[in-house]
């Protein structure tokens, strides 16, 4: 079964310096993994996606998150927070791609705090 | 175009009470999601629609919980007999359709924060 553990719940950054988000996951399959973003009172958006192409990948806002097979972790950086990227975040793996019926396997989520 | 639209964006209710939520996919979206956000258990998936494929329910926590989708396209999410742990944000999304060793990028609406008193 597939699983995402996010390591972090809590994560405060100053304006202007690095975003590390810690994500590990679970699978027995080849997954495939993303980011989502909820903003407070909005919907969920899809920062990027990883499905087995380059394992660096670039996603809106200036986030990107490498996957790393031998790590079986996909964490989100960016190299310059900023105020707007005050939000939760998500790491998600997809259910069972052989029985692909899409559902998505949140994680518990990581809030990210961004002081001026 | 228009996203995901969900009703009501609030619902507050007293136990016992049935409700129901409302999803409305993006147009030509035959794939449809509900999942539920809660302070205990996070973001956890309810069930799946696709086309006129029989449904996946194997997110509904108990027999209180249902949902049917009309023609393809609106969608209903009905709780009988509401507890206080039924609690929570209910998220929509939907997708083109779902094929094999694919993914298509599922779109979220704002969700229906229910509040069972």
């Known amino acids: 079964a597939q699983s995402v553990t996010q390591l972090d719940s809590h994560v405060s950054v100053s304006e202007g310096t690095p975003v590390l988000l810690r994500c590990n996951y679970s699978?027995?399959?080849?997954?495939?993994l993303f980011w989502y973003v909820q903003h407070p009172n909005k919907g969920l958006q899809l920062l990027l996606k990883?499905?087995?192409?380059?394992?660096l990948v670039k996603g809106i806002n200036g986030f990107e998150a490498e996957f790393k097979k031998s790590e079986t972790s996909f964490h989100l950086t960016k190299p310059s927070a900023h105020m707007s990227d005050a939000a939760e975040y998500f790491c998600?793996?997809?259910?069972?791609?052989?029985?692909?019926?899409?559902?998505?396997?949140f994680g518990q989520g990581t809030t990210l705090q961004v002081k001026p | 175009g228009a996203g995901v639209s969900q009703s009501p964006s609030n619902k507050v209710t007293e136990k016992g009470k049935d409700v129901e939520l409302r999803c409305d996919p993006i147009?030509?979206?035959?794939?449809l999601y509900w999942y539920r956000q809660s302070l205990g258990q996070g973001l956890e998936f309810l069930i799946y629609?696709?086309?006129?494929?029989?449904?996946?329910k194997s997110g509904l926590p108990s027999d209180r919980f249902s949902a049917e989708r009309t023609g393809g396209s609106v969608s209903t999410l009905t709780i009988q007999r509401t507890q206080q742990e039924d609690s929570a944000v209910y998220l929509c999304?939907?997708?083109?359709?779902?094929?094999?060793?694919?993914?298509?990028?599922?779109?979220f609406g704002p969700g229906t924060r229910l509040t069972v008193l």
């Open positions: 999304a939907s997708s083109l359709p779902i094929l094999a060793e694919s993914y298509n990028e599922q779109f």
């Open positions: 147009s030509g979206h035959t794939a």
């Open positions: 699978s027995s399959y080849s997954p495939s």
């Open positions: 998600v793996v997809i259910h069972a791609i052989s029985s692909n019926t899409g559902k998505l396997i």
């Open positions: 990883y499905t087995s192409a380059a394992t």
């Open positions: 629609f696709q086309g006129n494929s029989a449904p996946d």
